[in-house]
């Protein structure tokens, strides 16, 4: 697997998992051989899943923002189901945009509070220029490891 270094450094650089997608195919293709129709399908399954723990990132990292500014006393039943669908649909954003969760939470932060977002956004800021270009490269590495699987079985 040393052979995809090059299409890792892209995946940690891009901070993309929709976008690594070809230089991943392309480089297994080159390392492999011709990549089968079920290691093209392992590699587009593996980046959709991924967008899973894209809405798992903006719903806890709105929990985080709600406990740390002192407002759980407003997050209600409704407001936790309103967050569950906002995380649903930011995480379509969150997968191809370079730090897009930041801003998906932000805009539930004020859909959900009315308010300004609390000072904690700024930790969120340093953490997410760290933790998206390694998660995408894990993910990355995470579907190349399973695309090989499934094409030698």
């Given at each position: 697997m040393w052979q995809m270094r090059g299409a890792l450094g892209y995946a940690i650089h891009s ?5 690594s997608i070809s230089v991943l195919l392309r480089t297994l293709e080159r390392v492999v051989g ?120």
């Amino acid at each position: 697997m040393w052979q995809m270094r090059g299409a890792l450094g892209y995946a940690i650089h891009s901070s993309s998992s929709r976008r690594s997608i070809s230089v991943l195919l392309r480089t297994l293709e080159r390392v492999v051989g011709q990549p089968s129709a079920s290691t093209r399908f392992a590699i587009g399954a593996g980046a959709t899943m991924n967008k899973n723990g894209g809405a798992l990132y903006v719903a806890m990292s709105v929990i985080f923002l709600f406990s740390n500014g002192g407002l759980q006393d407003r997050f209600s039943a409704t407001k936790v189901a309103l967050l569950v669908v906002l995380a649903t649909f930011g995480s379509l954003v969150v997968t191809p945009v370079r730090n897009g969760g930041v801003v998906v939470v932000v805009c539930a932060c004020a859909m959900l509070t009315g308010l300004a977002p609390p000072y904690a956004i700024n930790f969120m800021l340093i953490a997410e220029c760290i933790i998206d270009p390694v998660a995408t490269m894990l993910n990355a590495w995470g579907n190349v490891l399973i695309a090989r699987l499934v094409s030698e079985s």
